[in-house]
């Protein structure tokens, strides 16, 4: 019977799978260039990508050499300018006094020949060949064991444009992009201190990701930072393409349905969260960087909070808290009422409800989850079609769904109301809209087969599962629980930026004070009028 | 992963087999809005009329086709209330639902027998609310539910909003449930509820049942001993310190053929009992304050002199309604409704545990004196009278 299981187990244990790393760690380059480059060949068989330029430099002095780079991955221009011509054209100028041998060529090319900023050495086959794979361009020459590597990289890249999730009115408008470097440097953009560590993993025995791990040092507690590296070290896998691997890779409770792991495509938003103590994790190819720890109450922040007037971003902040509840609770409130409660519904509102009810074929609970269902069919469609397609379907959605169904007694009209209110509210809490459509539906679950009990066990359990929960070993939930009052001013409301002078409890601990403590603006001293 | 798999398959299982036993869908509920208890024409027997709420009219009539009556009047007949509840279930296809209900109307002839055996479903069922209105009618309960009304496609809705609404009077009592159970409990107090009319129309061949909430229905024990009228209940509410509002009419004390309205902005009462030599006595504080509201005559009544004649007479106005009620109920049928017995208790304690088995009988020989304090404070806006040129 469990055979297969077995099968399964046999395949995941057998070590080392079929395909091999090209080159060993330990392949040490020789001395031979016609050894390197018939190394080189075999390792890019079939890969009609990869020049190889072979050349000689020197006049009198003639040494053999090679260059290796991925076309597409290297700017050529630069390529001609700063290393083809100096070799093979200025070589000739250069005062060697002759000097210029076998031995001594390296060290001339690399400290007085080349006019590239950025040289580092291989020594081994390995790093030659990974450094080529990222875009380097590398030379070898003959009669010495190490390769040059330089960085010559310049591919076509998608510009920084204005991300399509977290939309603001006022703020930056910068977004990340798929280029690691980029998103780096505009993260040192925004934090011009020597403190903002950034530590590159590569990650992926195929894709080979680059992954930088970004922190401030005096900020960030060590032990998240130890811990984040430990996590991403621990992955061995073959491939990274998103951030969204390495993510399920190092959650603290993988198999919960609400997310431990933050991510954000702002660099001020990441910038911001890292101010306050947390680390961030830029993958390569992705401009979505991950944060953590990550507490369930970011979910209701956003950055335009801490942008506009304080007293409207803490009014929009328990609208969200709202939101929240009306996205995970509407429906199930409402099958529960409809078909246990109805001494609950003010009289009024029960004649309505009655009438809207009368003549529709189905049990509140199995109308509630048909909508359910069509209203994540009609997201869906709606995110995965093409944009004027797009409007199509809204406008099917809209009338066939909300106004046919109604009028041909299909369905209530207060089950349509619920459910697109619930859409509505599900999306002003967007980064954990997700979740809210998997507790929608065990809500209605449990109210359709217990009424308000069920919702009642239903909160019992997720406030459990809330409170249990950790992200990089800090509780989910604080600073609610662990109650924190002074982190209470930017959970519920968001207090003015002259009163928040301390960081998050829980995570800036080492390094608390944000800002003076009396920065409250006050009338200029004499001024009679401003008092 | 066995203890997973039957840990899940017992959560299916107990979710869809045993879940849902208690569901009741709306469309399956019929929700009785006002429920009316006859003696039945068979002896020993009771009926109950109720008024169902009919969903699909009232969305056809808020749809503009309308005009129809939105509910639905069920009669049926049982040896207790409970039967013939039950017994309604035989021509209605859906369950009663009594949890929406809002008002109980008992029949004259049945609440003079007594209205305790009639009420105890209602207090002992977990479904109806202890915050229905109870009223007596003054005839049969039956036509009571049957009447419509022209405002309300739902008439128990109209019959809720007019014993709210008799604040602005001040002429009906208004009580429900829980509070007729309280008073029924104790010594102290005799219970009384509310009191509806049935009013025939007949115009042409068009005959018309309608019904006006005013006045109230007395009790002794739980036995109903008689209707108060409106200027009665007055009495009674000046008494509680339950008039909010209202008008009284005066004679013009330049013209005594004219009237005057005041209108009532705020009262209070005041009971002190107090007990000499074994001999009870009571004293009521009445404190009003007033308006002048509207004048017919045709002079000058806006100065400090006519005010203080009109407080005078506004005065007499209530002391005599404070009057006819006590003539009616302490004297005629001995009932204390005006909870002289509590206010008793919570001064003389220890004699009221004397009091307490015979106050049926000290009751009606109580001396009560009556103070009335009335004041009328603004004039409106037009100082003098309206009158033309």
């Not at chain 1, 090209?22 to 020049?51: C, M, R, W």
């Not at chain 2, 809705?157 to 829980?178: G, Y």
Request: one cysteine or more.
């Amino acid at each position: 019977m469990f055979q297969w299981m077995k099968n399964l187990h046999r395949i995941l244990t057998k070590q080392d799978l079929d395909y091999k790393t090209p080159g060993e760690k330990d392949g040490s380059l020789s001395y031979s260039i016609q050894s390197n480059l018939e190394k080189i060949k075999e390792v890019f068989t079939h890969a009609n990508d990869v020049v190889i330029r072979q050349f000689e430099i020197g006049a009198d002095v003639r040494i053999k050499a090679f260059i290796v780079y991925v076309d597409g991955l290297v700017d050529k221009e630069i390529l001609q300018i700063s290393l083809m011509k100096p070799l093979m054209i200025d070589m000739h100028l250069a005062k060697t006094d002759g000097t210029f041998n076998r031995k001594t060529a390296f060290t001339i090319i690399k400290e007085r020949v080349l006019s590239i900023s950025e040289v580092k050495d291989a020594h081994y086959l390995q790093d030659a060949v990974d450094a080529v794979l990222s875009g380097d361009t590398v030379l070898f020459l003959d009669g010495s064991p190490v390769a040059l590597v330089a960085s010559l990289r310049g591919w076509a890249t998608r510009g920084i444009t204005t991300p399509d999730t977290e939309v603001v009115v006022r703020g930056s408008r910068e977004g990340f992009t798929e280029t690691l470097q980029t998103n780096t440097s505009q993260l040192r953009r925004r934090i011009k201190n020597p403190n903002l560590k950034l530590e590159t993993m590569k990650i992926g025995k195929q894709t080979k990701t680059d992954v930088v791990i970004a922190y401030i040092k005096d900020i960030a507690d060590d032990k998240i930072v130890e811990e984040v590296k430990k996590r991403l070290s621990r992955i061995d896998t073959d491939s990274i393409l998103e951030s969204g691997y390495i993510e399920e890779f190092i959650e603290d409770n993988p198999l919960s349905f609400l997310p431990t792991v933050g991510n954000s495509e702002k660099p001020d938003s990441v910038a911001a969260k890292m101010l306050e103590g947390r680390v961030a994790i830029l993958t390569d190819g992705t401009p979505f960087v991950l944060t953590v720890p990550y507490l369930f109450v970011e979910a209701f922040q956003s950055s335009e909070d801490y942008y506009s007037r304080h007293y409207y971003a803490s009014i929009l902040r328990l609208l969200r808290y709202t939101a929240f509840f009306i996205g995970a609770f509407a429906p199930a409130f409402y099958v529960a009422l409809t078909t246990y409660h109805q001494e609950m519904i003010p009289p009024a509102l029960l004649v309505s409800m009655a009438a809207a009810r009368e003549g529709t074929p189905f049990p509140a609970f199995v109308e509630a989850m048909i909508m359910g269902v069509i209203y994540e069919i009609l997201k869906e469609a709606g995110v995965r079609l093409p944009r004027p397609v797009g409007q199509a379907v809204s406008i099917v959605g809209a009338l066939v769904i909300g106004e046919s169904a109604v009028s041909a007694g299909l369905i209530g009209a207060p089950m349509v109301i619920v459910v697109a209110l619930t859409a509505i509210s599900s999306f002003v809490v967007s980064s954990i809209s997700d979740t809210l459509s998997i507790m929608r539906l065990i809500y209605v679950i449990l109210a359709g087969a217990f009424g308000l009990f069920g919702i009642m066990i239903g909160i019992a359990g997720f406030l459990t599962h809330l409170v249990s929960l950790r992200s990089f070993g800090v509780p989910y939930l604080s600073p609610l629980a662990p109650l924190n009052m002074r982190d209470m001013k930017d959970v519920f409301i968001r207090a003015p930026w002259w009163m928040m002078f301390t960081r998050p409890r829980v995570l800036g601990w080492k390094n608390q004070v944000r800002q003076k403590f009396r920065l409250m603006p006050e009338a200029r001293e004499g001024d009679e009028n401003n008092k | 992963m066995r203890k997973g798999l039957l840990i899940l398959l017992t959560a299916i299982v107990s979710l869809t087999v045993v879940g849902c036993w208690n569901r009741r869908e709306l469309d399956t509920l019929a929700i009785v809005t006002a429920v009316g208890i006859d003696k039945s024409k068979e002896d020993g027997k009771i009926t109950t009329t109720m008024q169902i709420m009919k969903p699909s009219e009232i969305k056809s009539a808020s749809s503009g086709s309308g005009g129809s009556k939105g509910v639905w009047v069920v009669t049926s007949t049982g040896y207790t209330v409970f039967d013939s509840v039950r017994n309604a279930t035989m021509q209605s296809d859906r369950k009663l639902f009594f949890a929406q209900n809002r008002a109980i109307v008992i029949g004259e002839e049945i609440a003079r027998e007594g209205v305790t055996p009639l009420l105890d479903l209602f207090d002992r069922d977990p479904e109806p609310r202890r915050l229905t209105w109870l009223l007596v009618a003054k005839g049969k309960a039956g036509d009571v539910i049957h009447a419509e009304h022209e405002q309300e496609n739902i008439p128990s809705k109209a019959i809720e909003s007019l014993i709210k609404s008799s604040d602005v009077t001040s002429m009906a009592v208004t009580v429900n449930l829980n509070d007729f159970l309280k008073n029924l409990s104790t010594h102290s107090t005799n219970a009384v509820a509310g009191r509806i009319d049935i009013i025939n129309e007949e115009d042409g061949e068009n005959k018309k049942i309608k019904m006006r909430v005013t006045g109230a229905s007395v009790f002794k024990g739980d036995k109903l001993v008689g209707f108060f009228d409106r200027s009665e209940t007055r009495g009674l509410n000046w008494i509680n310190g339950k008039v909010k509002s209202g008008i009284i009419v005066v004679k013009s004390p330049i013209q005594e053929t004219k009237n005057v309205a005041l209108e009532i902005i705020r009262a209070s009462s005041k009971i002190t009992p107090e007990i000499q030599d074994g001999q009870i006595g009571i004293t009521v504080e009445i404190k009003e304050e007033g308006n002048l509201g509207e004048q017919m005559s045709s002079l000058e009544l806006t100065n400090t002199e006519m005010f203080r004649v009109l407080e005078q007479r506004k005065a007499q106005v209530i002391k005599n309604e404070i009057e006819s009620v006590f003539k009616k109920a302490q004297k005629e049928w001995g009932t204390d409704i005006f909870g002289f017995g509590e206010a008793v208790h919570r001064k003389y304690p220890k004699e009221w545990k004397e009091l307490k088995e015979q106050w049926g009988d000290v009751f009606p020989e109580i001396d009560v004196q009556i103070k009335v304090d009335a004041k009328l404070r603004a004039p409106g806006l037009s100082a003098g009278p309206t009158k033309a040129k």
